[in-house]
C-alpha cells in the first residue's frame, strides 16, 4: 500500500510538472503579440502623421476627403480624424516624408491658402497618382464653353500655380479633357482637337509669361475618354471638363498610363501630344 501511494504521489508530481510548459508557452506567445504590435505602429507612424497633416488642407478646398486619397488605397477615410485648420504649424517633420509627399503637402497648402484669398475655395483639387501630383482646374474657370482661348481670370490661378512649381525640377504634362458632347465647332471637329488646343494653350502660357522651360513641359489632349465621373447628367459633364496639371516623378508609371489608351475605344484617333517632357530627374531652371 505505501509503495502503491508513493507512485500515485510520483504520477501526480510528473503530471504537475507537464504543466509547466503551459505558462511558458502563454508568456512566449504574449511577448510576440507585444513584438508584433510594436512593428504594426511602427510602420505606420508615418501614414497616421501624413494623415492629420492632410485633414488640414482638404478645407481649404472644400472638398470630400476622397481628392486627399494621397496613398490611393482607401485609407483617405484617415483624414477625417485631423482637428487641425490650414495655417496651423504642422506636428510632424515634413522633411521625414517622401519627397512627392512633401512636395504634394506644400503645394496644396499654398494653393489652399490662394484659392481662400480669391474667392475660388472648391473649383481646385490636388490629388496624387501613380504618375505624380495632379492639380485639376476646371475648364469653366479657364475657357469660354467651345473655345481654347484662356480667360483673363484664369491667367492668375496659373501664375500661381507656375510660382509655385517653379522651383522644382520635376517635368510636367498637361492634359486637357472633355465630355462627351459633339463640339459642333470648325475649329474644333472633334474633342480631340479641342482637348489638344486647350492643353496647347495652358503650356504656352506657362512659356511664354511664367518662363517655364519649354523642355519641363508637355501638352496632351486627352479627348472625352478619360471622364471622372459618367458624362450622364449635365453637372456631371462639367467636371469632365478639365485641365490637369500633372507633375511628374521619377520611377512614375507615365509610359504604363500612356500606353492603357485603347484604340479601338478612340475610334483609331491616335494620342496627340506636343512638347516632350524632360525626365524628372533633371534640373532645369
Known amino acids: 500500500m505505501a509503495g502503491k501511494r508513493k507512485g500515485n504521489h510520483g504520477g501526480g508530481h510528473e503530471e504537475g510538472g507537464d504543466e509547466r ?21 511602427m510602420a505606420n507612424t508615418d501614414l497616421k502623421k501624413f494623415a492629420q497633416v492632410s485633414a488640414s488642407i482638404k478645407k481649404g478646398f472644400n472638398v470630400p476627403t476622397e481628392k486627399l486619397d ?25 522633411q ?23 474667392g475660388l475655395s472648391g473649383k481646385l483639387s490636388v490629388n496624387t497618382s501613380p504618375q505624380g501630383i495632379v492639380i485639376t482646374l476646371p475648364a469653366a474657370l479657364l475657357f469660354e464653353p467651345g473655345s481654347a482661348s484662356l480667360q483673363q481670370n484664369a491667367k492668375k490661378v496659373i501664375d500661381k500655380i507656375a510660382e ?22 470648325p475649329l474644333f471637329p472633334s474633342n480631340w482637337e479641342l482637348s489638344t488646343a486647350r492643353a496647347v494653350s495652358v503650356v504656352r502660357y506657362l512659356i511664354d509669361y511664367d518662363h517655364i522651360a519649354p523642355r519641363r513641359l508637355q501638352a496632351t489632349g486627352m479627348g472625352e475618354f478619360h471622364p471622372l465621373v459618367p458624362n450622364d447628367t449635365s453637372s456631371r459633364r462639367a467636371m469632365n471638363r478639365r485641365a490637369d496639371i500633372v507633375v511628374l516623378y521619377p ?19 491616335p494620342q496627340i501630344s506636343t512638347v516632350p517632357a524632360t525626365p524628372a530627374s533633371t534640373p532645369v531652371p
Open 251 to 269: 520611377g512614375s508609371d507615365q509610359e504604363a498610363s500612356l500606353s492603357s489608351l485603347n484604340l479601338d475605344d478612340v475610334l483609331g484617333q
Open 21 to 41: 510548459w503551459l505558462l511558458t508557452y502563454a508568456d512566449m506567445i504574449t511577448l510576440l503579440m507585444i513584438f508584433f504590435i510594436i512593428l504594426y505602429s
Open 164 to 185: 509655385i512649381l517653379r522651383p522644382l525640377p520635376n517635368a510636367m504634362r498637361v492634359e486637357g479633357h472633355t465630355d462627351n458632347m459633339p463640339t459642333n465647332s
Open 96 to 118: 521625414s516624408l517622401p519627397q512627392q509627399q512633401q512636395d504634394y503637402i506644400k503645394l496644396s497648402q499654398e494653393l489652399s491658402k490662394f484659392t481662400q484669398e480669391e
Open 70 to 94: 494621397v496613398f490611393g488605397d482607401g485609407t483617405g477615410s484617415l483624414l477625417d480624424q485631423g482637428g487641425l485648420s490650414v495655417g496651423e504649424p504642422s506636428p510632424i517633420l515634413i
